[in-house]
């Protein structure tokens, strides 16, 4: 596993280094935000203390409330990337700092501010000269709690499209790409542990007296110019001329396809493609990113499209199907789609080999009669579809035991371990290769068709015409098995989703690798 690992930082450093930056850039402007306002709302609690079991009260009920339900509340008011990002790590590093001012300060010695204030010293002069400085020590322990604890919890950052290292480590899980997911995480831990020694180093310089207060200046000066600089390039963009967003959901094959349409757009071109793959919550946060204009370009899925987004029950012939999909999401969304890339990947129920043999298991008729006994995982958003896991029990007169919630990435481990006995597949799962999975006959032809395709803005096809073209290339070139075969690649086999990309595009000859240079 060591030298697994060792070989992945050594050839993946290009993937990994710009993480590691979006990391330090997120983590330290939500260090910024919150020691600014952390600080001050604790003096203001020290010195007004009424104030504050209100204000300790509503910041330690915010400090309950887990990672994902926060991004949850903050992406219809703030939409996903950075600002959300930011915003739920600066509340979540609000308490250790506002509870440390506020300590800090009251376990100051009342017989030093008796004295002060016998000496004629003003309230301000208490406070920033006695107050303050004597609780420094217990102030800088919270900061360091706090800045360890955002670097480690930047992690969340990723489900949002932000970047960041939870990027390498939620791939790593999708992908069922262990070194990816241990390499993600050891950086993380190893920036947290870089960061809580720097800040004990400034700590105890700063407890040495022996040392100018001159020195002491400059190094402080050094410390928040860092600081700023890390805060500032994070929202520095490097002037564009032309620049369009494409996002993918969490998905092998939405990986490579994202790959595919940047390599094409920027191969054929002069316009720029910023990629953002694994976005956490697929349709139900990308659409809404869309319709902001946030993301410009993503692939869908017809079914998904139909049943998810426009909330239709009832689904027609595949060809009426599309062409009122198209018509409705001009008319209500002002997004169009261009072109379907060939595979239909549809939902399909997969057990083990040796639990089909044991039941004689085929067909969806003949889970039904056992289906009492066994338990069924999927992915969170299948159980909230309307054509999920309760549409698709009752028409199939399913009765599971028991529901697991699995994420995308690992259903096929808690199946082959006997966690689960079914699970929800796709039907160009790289993973259905595998001959001890075993894909049964939906006999009761309850799934529909779900072809991927691009939805692209109407007013980014305005502004480049071009894109159209390009984008039309993908129609039709994409078999069940060619997607199947490079989902295997990425997940099984372990290589870089853009290399899987790259290879296919130039065995169709729509590659030239001379332009890739």
Do not use: C
């Amino acid at each position: 596993m060591i030298q697994e690992l060792m070989k992945f930082y050594s050839e993946r450093s290009d993937f990994l280094l710009p993480l590691i930056l979006e990391h330090l850039q997120i983590s330290i402007i939500a260090i910024i935000i919150a020691t600014m306002i952390g600080i001050a709302l604790g003096i203001f609690i020290a010195e007004n203390k009424k104030t504050s079991p209100i204000v300790l009260g509503i910041v330690s009920f915010l400090y309950t409330i887990p990672s994902i339900s926060m991004l949850g509340f903050l992406i219809p008011v703030t939409g996903i990337g950075n600002k959300s990002a930011i915003i739920a790590l600066s509340l979540y590093a609000l308490l250790p700092i506002i509870r440390n001012t506020y300590t800090g300060i009251q376990g100051v010695d009342k017989d030093i501010l008796e004295a002060a204030k016998g000496m004629g010293s003003t309230r301000k002069q208490i406070l920033f000269q006695i107050k303050l400085p004597l609780a420094f020590p217990v102030i800088l322990s919270g900061f360091k709690n706090m800045t360890v604890m955002t670097i480690a919890l930047a992690g969340i950052a990723s489900f949002i499209g932000a970047g960041g290292l939870g990027v390498a480590i939620y791939r790593g899980i999708t992908t069922n790409n262990i070194t990816m997911t241990l390499a993600g995480s050891l950086t993380v831990a190893i920036l947290a542990f870089l960061a809580d020694f720097l800040i004990a180093l400034f700590e105890r310089y700063i407890q040495n007296r022996r040392h100018s207060k001159k020195k002491k200046q400059k190094v402080v000066i050094v410390v928040l110019s860092a600081m700023i600089v890390f805060a500032a390039s994070l929202f520095y963009v490097p002037h564009k001329d032309k620049t369009i967003h494409i996002a993918t959901k969490p998905m092998s094959e939405e990986f490579v396809i994202g790959e595919m349409l940047k390599m094409l757009i920027e191969q054929r071109t002069d316009i720029d493609v910023e990629l953002t793959k694994g976005v956490g919550g697929g349709t139900s946060n990308i659409h809404p990113a869309m319709l902001s204009g946030e993301f410009d370009i993503y692939p869908e899925y017809t079914g998904t499209a139909w049943n998810f987004v426009l909330k239709e029950t009832a689904f027609p012939d595949e060809e009426t199907l599309y062409k009122q999909l198209v018509e409705k999401y001009q008319v209500q969304y002002q997004l169009d789609w261009v072109g379907l890339y060939g595979f239909n990947n549809t939902y399909g129920l997969a057990v083990t080999k040796e639990l089909a043999n044991r039941y004689n298991l085929k067909s969806y008729s003949d889970l039904a009669a056992i289906s009492s006994q066994l338990i069924f995982g999927s992915e969170y958003d299948f159980y909230e579809r309307d054509d999920g896991y309760k549409a698709m029990s009752e028409a199939n007169d399913f009765h599971f035991k028991k529901t697991v919630d699995l994420d995308i990435g690992l259903k096929y481990d808690a199946l082959r371990k006997n966690q689960v006995d079914v699970i929800i597949a796709f039907t160009t799962d790289g993973q259905l290769s595998d001959s001890e999975i075993v894909l049964l006959e939906d006999d009761q032809h309850y799934f529909e068709t779900y072809y991927a395709g691009s939805v692209v803005r109407q007013t980014v096809l305005e502004e480049y015409p071009e894109l159209k073209s390009v984008l039309m290339l993908m129609d039709g070139l994409i078999s069940e098995k060619e997607m199947a075969t490079m989902n295997y690649q990425v997940e099984q086999e372990k290589k870089n989703d853009k290399d899987v990309a790259k290879a296919f595009l130039q065995s169709k000859g729509l590659w030239e690798e001379s332009k890739d240079e």
